[in-house]
């Protein structure tokens, strides 16, 4: 930092903001940007992570802190997360869960006030640097919607790691790192992401050091052995809890997978870094340009734009000052570990969670570049706060999900899968013409798949011709109009392309219950269990089935299981009630 810069602080006196009016400040900010998500409704993976989660309904914390977090296959464990996640529904549903969002969204720009305080010596900058980072509008996803939860939460814990490492630095130097190692040790519990954690903040309080070292500062030798230590100690309860500590996909299920290209991993840098500066479109389902059917031009465009970035970053690395050296930081590490990794997180690795602690990089880059113009600065906060006003309530609903997202990424097919899942699900529920919606769509993910010719990937395929079989099977009232047989090897041609998806079992099954095979429609709602033991329909339809075989034992516990996944499944309760007036008549005396 430069020599004259704690000076000026010191000479602002009292008209620098005190950290409390700033969290002041911020929080009311975040409250007029965000209010309109406390109203946000259970959109994508919120079905599994709330409404068929029966640990975290009914408050079984121990369940929740020592099973995996939402898919055993993806090597997530987010105890801490996962214990915020039920201490919120638990208060107020979904509506407790967005507010605790809203509050660590507060917490971590308050964090970031105190980070940018410490590297620009002036509170009146710190305050800008933490307003625009609570407002960028890359954090709607985070705050807005509650499966996200474990991001701020995860930021919040590593940003007050790297605060606690700048005040142990410049103030207590000779004590032990405590503060930071147990933040970061949090981190990890709230978020894998968070690793990096340890490699930002030994490099952050390095760089940010302005005065020249020719080897390893000795103080942080032992917050390094400290992070080890942690580090260790979160690898051994993730080898207890997990199956697969490190996640990934399991290739003798589904073959191996294609090699890392280095244009993947030149767009999963470039483009987030891109999105900091042009926030459009935001959306959660964002593809990467290198998977097959897109345009050839744009896989060899991003190594070239991320070569111009590496290349801008290494100059300002080399000529900028130590404050934008960390700004650097906090703009690249984070992006690392999603970047090695994202052949694990799912099929739209690119987010704009991931940006949550890059956008403070950003945020300070900014503040530090226009260091003589602040007030030029208005014009981004105006402007992310307006495009915030119009993002967050695209996460009230799924239909306001899904119809954004198609509007910005309609040629994706897998999109239109989502879209017509949608649809049946309203349809089961006994809405007018989601049929028909739900046809549509699945039709549409076909056509475009049909273009993409023999690159096309086998997962999607499939799950657009189950979605066609289920809209067949729902459309058909009643049953014996129908062609079970037909049906069934429909389904069972569908999961011939992707045997992963449970759904599919469950329409197979329930086509050879119709057909009346059912000790084979049996054995695939059970093959559905196994893929997602968390599958309403699958534990709904195997105690159907039982309760039409006489077997009322155990139709009741499974028809329980299903209620413990969904409460909000009325076919499950009304099939409940009966047997349970049936067992009362049995009960009654002859007359």
Known sequence: MDAAAPTADANAGTRSPRTATAVLLLAALVAVVYWPALAGEAV???????????????GDLWTVCTSPFYRDELGYWRPLASLAMTIGHR???????HALALLLHVLAAAAAFRIAAHLLADRRAALATAMLFALHPVHVESVAWASALSHPLGAWCALQALASGLHW???????????PAAWFAAALMAQENCLLTAPLLLLGLRVSDGRPRTGPAPRLRTLAGLLIVVVCAWLSMRLLVLERPFGGVDTARCGPLPPISVSALAEMVGR?????????????????????????????SWPLATLAIAVAAAWTWRRGSSTLRVALLLLVVPLLLPAACYRSLGEFPLAE???????????????????????????????????????????????RLFAHA?????????????AGNRALELAAAGAP?????????????????????????????AAAHVGMAWCELLAAEPHDRLDADRLAAQFLAALDQDQRLPGGWVGYGVALAIGRRFEAAE????????????????????????????????????????????????AATDLLQQLQHRDAQAALPPR
């Not at 208060?91 to 869960?97: E, I, W």
């Open 169 to 179: 630095r410049d103030r207590r130097p000779h004590s032990v790192p405590w503060r």
């Open 91 to 97: 208060a107020a549903g979904l509506a407790g869960v």
């Open 272 to 300: 987030p870094l891109t999105l900091l500066a042009v926030p459009h479109p935001l959306l959660p389902f964002q593809s990467l340009h290198d998977e097959p059917g897109r345009d050839a031009a744009l896989r060899y």
């Open 353 to 399: 969670r991931y940006l949550y602690v890059p956008a403070l990089g950003f945020a300070l880059a900014l503040v530090e570049v226009a260091r003589h113009h602040r007030r030029l600065l208005l014009l981004p906060a105006a402007a992310w706060a307006l495009i915030d006003l119009g993002q967050v309530p695209v996460w009230r609903d799924p239909d």
């Open 44 to 58: 994508y993976d919120d079905r599994q992570n709330f409404l068929t989660n029966g640990p975290l309904r009914d």
């Open 523 to 570: 054995a695939a709602f059970r093959h559905a269990l196994e893929l997602d033991h968390r599958c309403p329909e699958a534990w709904f339809n195997l105690g159907y089935l039982q309760f039409e075989t006489g077997r009322r034992a155990e139709a009741r516990h499974n028809l329980r299981q299903a209620l413990r996944c969904d409460p909000g499944l009325l």
């Open 406 to 418: 198609l509007q910005h990424a309609g040629t994706d097919p897998r999109l239109h899968v989502m």
């Open 433 to 461: 013409g989601a049929i028909e919606r739900a046809r549509r769509s699945h039709q549409r993910a076909l056509a475009m798949l049909a273009e993409r010719g023999p690159d096309v990937s086998r997962r999607q395929l």
